[in-house]
Structures are given as structure tokens and as C-alpha cells.
């Protein structure tokens, strides 16, 4: 299968006055229905990358390919769309809107999408709930919910629109191991069932070692690159 | 449109403390607005009804004092302008009157009852007595009181040429100024001009349906008519006091303005405050995928609710606080202290500007809104 | 192979005691040498043994009892290591081995098994264990002066560890120390000890035999 991400010599560098570059040629790519995790050192630019993967950034210079498609010259608009349709973010903390529900933060990407969403939709979006093991809280406030529940809530989120791809930011980072084996499995499960491309961004060895893929950076350079 | 909708209504109401606060600064000022405007209106139209309503708003005179009517021409003059409502004619004589040894000047004006009637309201002024016919005349009540006379007295009333006559009161007027009360005698004209062996008349007065307009179809009249009669308008007699309104309109106008500069300051710098507390919010919406316009959205649907809301909770109040007003500010006999004119029309633009400005308070919020990158709020938690 | 299929009944049984005489009996009786038990019997049964990481429970468990019976099969065969390394006239060199899994490598029943082997060659052997902390180690190199640091990796994020190990190691050695790695890990990444330091990449005993006699010319 080809490959759903790909950056090209990718360099990024902060600030105009004191420059601070944080990757330096960074080339990767990620093959459509594989599970990869990225480990490295905190500050050595793994949520740089992965931001820029995710059309959040944008690299100082190098190319950017989701889909097939470059990203980097997009406007902010086909960009919006681009993140809406084709990828999915889970982040450490979670990110819901702490004024809707369960069911309705579930919701919220195929409303930005759709404008209002049909009885299918709710009733995927109910199945999603289902599949991360929330059905019996889907109409609490999302702040009503513990960590774990929240970061699941995310999850069931990012998938609404099918995306492609679901990139991860430490999802597990401020969970307990009993949640991080949860989540694991559940996006394990959905790699395998839906074939999501996923790109996981962690700390935790038990994630990291269960991938079919590890990317190790380090200081803005991709450091080591194996497989299983 | 649908979500940013939805989501600013989520977002007005998971804060109802906030939003309620801001609603009612806003009904407060489209209360006061309104509740402003309506007493200042109603302040002006009673102080003008009191100067003009009750007298004519155009006045044809001579130079020579007494002319010729020509009696077809108060029909011909009706018709230069559709805004003449009524044409009376009159004949003004000073006099004095002499009761015991008390010598009062006073005006007699001969008048046509049934003309008249539409420019004085002579028939309700009247509050004892019957109307002037034949040669029985009406004083005020303030002559009256001074003669000590009461309706079927007779009063003897002396020309300023000379002529003396015996007349019989037959009715007692109140104009409600002083002024007039004291001096006007009303008789009727034909009656008059006998008695004064005077046959041309004084006067031709006119009523127009709008007052406000009268220089207008005074300058009409005057292009129309007689070059040697002199027309004039109560606002050329009246620029005083047209003045001391226009100064009270711009204060209250001011008033409207810094209430509504009030308002809208306040709804700004809430958004503004809202923006930064959703910004996180914000920021997760965009990184799903929402469009800066949509996202700008919820911040302009969140100024407007807040404006319907305002302004509907400000109509009501501001109608409250009207109602109040004139039940509970009233004279010793009931009459309410200002006749406050109550417009819908008025509250309706009130309420309409407040919401507008609502909308347009929430602009900067809303721009800032759409500038907002997501990566700050992902990055910084 | 008859003996492979025998011993793996026993071992697919879970049954400790038959597969451990069996095997040591494979051994007294001459019929297998050490080399034959470790590379056609013991480390096939072992590769086969793999849980998939979605087939948990049952699974691992079973991993773990057949593991612990070939690290008692591998435990009781030391005393034929010697025999046979003196039966086949090995000179003893004077080198040593040192043979260790990085910090979280559990695996260690192929780093025992190369660790009899370097034995087997006349290296002097030290099996340091699993789950090592490089720091616990390192401070012993500048004493021991192995030849060779083996590190056997199986988990393949275990290379990190790997990586951290190696450079630790070369920033305290004060001479010329090669370090081979090898293991499950790296099967599917044959580059990668060139990244993370070690000098040397060692899958099959066949290769590290070839090694050996290549180090005695
Ligand atoms: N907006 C920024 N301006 C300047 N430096 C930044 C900015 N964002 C991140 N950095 C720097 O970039 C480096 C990489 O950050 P990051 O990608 O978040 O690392 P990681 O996710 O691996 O911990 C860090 O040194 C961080 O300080
Ligand atoms: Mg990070």
C-alpha cells in the first residue's frame, strides 16, 4: 500500500531574531493501515512533526504530502478541510468542548462538515461510543468525565469522519496504566478493523513496543527508524 | 451557520450568570433609551400642544390692520395645501371692561363658532355655561374670578373709540393659560362688527394637520394670496422656544448615543473576554476543521442573541418604567406630571438598534476569533 | 527432525519433567551435540513461541512455562559445555566475553544460549542476565576487558535501550572494545546496529562460528 503521509526535507525553525531550528531534513513516510509510534526525548520535536503532519504547522521549508495531495501550499481553508475529511487528532489533554456532551463532541466534526447531522450519523456516532466502551455516559457534559472517559470520548471523535489517518499526541500521557492498556487496545483495534493509519506520539514503552513501527527523534533528526 | 449557531447558544448558556449579567447591562440601556425618549417626546409635544395646539399654526393679517374677506377665499385657501386641516377668520378689537370701579383690557375676538371650534376646541373649553351666540359672549375663568362674575351676569364693554355696550356671559372658557384666560372675550363676529360699525376682519387663521410643517404651507399661502398680506407661522413667533426644543432633542439624542456607546463598549469587552476564555474551544474546533468564518460566526450569533435578548428585556422594562411613570407621577388631580408618549414604533427602533450594535460590538471579537491559530491552543494546553 | 518433534510434544504438553530428561538424555547419550540441541531443538521450539500482541492471556502464558523449561534444559547443560569444550581440545584464550540483555530485555534464553557458545569456543564467559541497567554493568568493562560485548535484544524497542547501553559503554572502555548485537529484533532491521553503535551484527550461530575462527587467524 502507498504511503498516506510523507514529508520531504522538512526543516522548521522558530523565531525570526533568535533562530531556533527544531528539525533539521526530516524525511518520512508512513504506509497507508499501519500503526507507528514516535518516541524521543521531550523537546526533541516530535510534536512539531506531528503537528506539521497534521496541517496544524507549517515547515520552515520541505514538503508536506497527505493523501497524495501536498499540503504546504495550501490555503488555510483547504487546509481546515483537509483536517476535517482525512485526519483525526487524539491529544494528551483530551480536548473536548467542555460544553457538549459526550455524544455531541463525538458529533462535532461531521457538523463542521455537514451543518447538521442525520439519524445514520447519530447513530454511527452512538456506535463509536459503543466500540470505546462509553454508551452508558454518551450524554454526560464532557467535563463530567474522568480522564480516561474523556481521552476515549477523543478517540471515538477523531474517528466520526473516517479519516485516514488519526495522529496522537501522547494520548496516554497523563493517563494510569489500566486506561493506557484501554486505549491502546481499542486503537489497535480500530488499525486493524478500519485499517486507520495511526501515528502515536508516547512515552509509554507498552505502546511503543506493541507498534508495527518505532521512530525515534532526537534532536530534530530522526534518529532511528525500525520496525518490527 | 448551523453549528456556529448552536455552539454559541451552548456557549451563552453553560454561562448563564455571565450572559444574564450582560443581557440585562444591555436591557438597562435600551430601557433607558427608551424611557428617555418616550418622556423627552412627551415632555415636547405637550409643551407644544400647550403653545400650538390649541391655536392657529398660520396666521394672515394686513398691514393695515383690517382687511376685506372675501368669504369664498378661506374655501380657496383650504386648497393651496393639502396639510390645512381648517380656516377660521376673526376680528380683533381691544376694549376695556368695567365692573364696579374695576376697569380690566381685555380683547374682544369676534369669531365664526363652527370655524373657530376646529382651531380653539372652543365647545370643550367651555366648562360652564353654553358656547357665544348672538350677543352673549364667554370670558375665561380667570376674568371671572377677577370680576367676580359667573355665567348670566351682564358686563359692560367699552371700545377704545368709545363705543360702550351691555353684554350677557353666557359661557366660561379655560385655555389653560393664564394669559388668554384673562383677557379674551369671545363673541360672535358678525355681533362684533355691528358693534364696532367695523365690517372688515383682523385675522384669518389656519390649522395644519402636521404643525411641524407649517413655514412650509405658510410660504405656499403666501405665494397664493394677496401680496399685501402679511402670512405668519407659529415657528417664526415661536423660535425661541423651537430652539430650547431643538437643544433638549440633541441632549436627549446624546444622551441615546453614549447610552448605546455604553452598550456596545460593554458587549465588545464581554466578547472580547468570552474570545479569550473559548479560545481553547476555539482553537479544538479549528484543529477538526472549522473554517475561520464559521468560527467567527459563533462570536457574531453570540453578539446578537445577546442583543435579542437585551433588547427584548429592555422593551419590556423600559415599558415598565413608562407605565410606572405615568401611574405613579401624577398631579394632586390625577393627571400624570408629563403626558409620556408611548411610540411602539420608537421601542421597536430601540430595541432594533441595540441588537444591531450587539452585532456589531461582537465584529472584533469575531475577527479576533478567526485570527486565532489552533496551534497556540495545542501547544500551550 | 525426529529429536525437534519429540521434544516439542513434550514441551507443547507443558510437561517439564519428560522435556527436560529428554533433552539432557539427547545429550548423555550423545546423540545430539550441544551446538545441534541449542540451534536445531531448543531455539526453533523457542521462535515458535511467539505470542501475537493481540493474542493475549493463554498465550503468554504458555510462553513464559515453556521458556522457564528451556532455561532449566539450558541451566543443567553447562556441565556439558565444558565436557565438550575440553573433549574437542578447545584452547582456553584468555579473552573474555561479556554477554548481556539491555534494561527491560526479559528475553534471555538466547543470550544464555550464545553465552555457551562464546564457552564452547574457549572464551571466558560472562552471562551478565536480563534486564540489565547499562550502568550496572559498565562500571565492570574497565575491569573484565572483554574482548566482546555481546547484547541480545529480542523486544525490538529494546534497541533503544541498546543504543543507550553501547554508548555508555564506549564513553567509560579505555581500549579497543567490539560490540556485537544480535536477537529477534534485529531480524527485521539488518541496518540498524550501525546506528546505534555496535560494531557488529550477529544472527546465527553459524555466523558467529564463522566470526570466531575469522578473530583466531
Ligand atoms: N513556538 C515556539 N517557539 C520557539 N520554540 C519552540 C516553539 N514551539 C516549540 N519550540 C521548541 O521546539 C522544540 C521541540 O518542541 P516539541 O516539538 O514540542 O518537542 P517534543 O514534542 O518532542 O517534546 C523544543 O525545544 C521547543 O522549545
Ligand atoms: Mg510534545
Known sequence: MGNVIEL????????????????????????????????????????????????????TSGEVYIDGKRTDLMTKNELAEVRNKKIGFIFQFHYLLPEFTALENVLIPYLIKDGKAPKEVVKRAEELLDLVGLSKVKNNRANNMSGGQQQRTAIARALINNPKIILADEPTGNLDSESTDAIYDIMRDINEKLGTTFIVITHDRRIAERADRIVEINDGKVHMDIVR | MRLPFKIAN?????????????????????????????????LQDSLINKTVGNSPQIKITSDDKYFDLDSTSLDEIKSID???????????????????????????????????????????????????????????????????????????????????????????????????????????????????????ISSIEIKTKDIFLADKVADNIKNAIDKNLKVINWKEENEELLSGLKGQSTSSIMIQVFVLIAVVLGIASVLAITVLQKSKQIGILKAMGIKDRQASYIFLFQGLI???????????????????????????????????????????????????????????????????????????? | MEFYNKFMEYLEAEDKEKAVFYALNLLEENKVDILTLYTKILAPSLNNMFCKSTEKGVCIWKEHVRSSIIRTIIECAYPHVIKQRDKNGVERRNESVVVVCPQDEYHEIGARMVADFYTLHGFDTVFVGANTPKEDFVSAINIIKPKYVVISVTNYYNIVNAERAIKRIREIANYDLKIIVGGYAFRANKEIYKNIGADYLMDSFEEIEAFIKEGQK
Open chain 2, 10 to 42: 451552548r456557549f451563552l448558556w453553560s454561562n448563564k450568570g455571565q450572559t444574564l449579567l450582560i443581557a440585562l447591562g444591555i436591557a438597562i440601556g435600551v430601557a433607558v433609551q427608551i424611557f428617555i425618549g418616550s418622556l423627552i417626546t412627551g
Open chain 2, 82 to 200: 393639502t396639510n390645512i386641516t381648517s380656516v377660521s377668520y376673526a376680528l380683533d378689537i381691544p376694549a376695556l371692561i368695567s365692573k364696579d370701579s374695576k376697569n380690566n383690557s381685555v380683547l374682544l375676538r369676534g369669531l365664526d363658532l363652527d370655524r373657530a371650534d376646529k382651531i380653539y376646541n372652543i365647545k370643550s373649553r367651555i366648562i360652564d355655561g353654553k358656547p357665544f351666540w348672538g350677543d352673549r359672549v364667554n370670558i375665561g375663568k380667570d376674568l371671572a374670578k377677577e370680576l367676580n362674575v359667573a355665567v348670566g351676569d351682564k358686563i359692560n364693554i367699552r371700545t377704545s373709540d368709545g363705543k360702550l355696550k351691555e353684554f350677557l356671559i353666557e359661557g366660561i372658557y379655560d385655555f389653560k393659560v393664564a394669559n388668554l384666560n384673562k383677557s379674551w372675550i369671545l363673541i360672535n363676529i358678525s355681533t362684533l362688527q355691528e358693534f364696532t360699525k367695523q365690517n372688515k
Open chain 2, 306 to 381: 445577546l442583543g435579542i435578548l437585551g433588547g427584548i428585556l429592555g422593551s419590556a422594562l423600559g415599558l415598565g418604567l413608562l407605565y410606572s411613570f405615568s401611574k405613579f407621577a401624577v398631579n394632586p388631580d390625577g393627571t400624570p406630571v408629563v403626558e409620556v408618549s408611548i411610540k411602539y414604533s420608537f421601542i421597536a427602533f430601540s430595541a432594533f438598534v441595540a441588537i444591531l450594535s450587539a452585532g456589531a460590538a461582537s465584529l472584533i471579537p469575531a475577527i479576533k476569533s478567526s485570527k486565532l491559530n489552533p496551534i497556540e491552543v495545542i501547544k500551550n494546553g
Open chain 1, 8 to 59: 520531504k526535507n522538512i526543516n522548521k525553525i522558530y523565531g525570526t531574531i533568535i533562530k531556533n531550528q527544531v528539525l533539521y531534513d526530516v524525511n518520512l513516510s508512513f504506509k497507508e493501515g499501519t500503526f507507528n509510534s514516535i518516541i524521543g526525548a521531550s523537546g526533541s520535536g516530535k510534536s512539531t512533526i506531528l503537528n506539521i503532519m497534521g496541517t496544524l504547522d507549517k515547515p
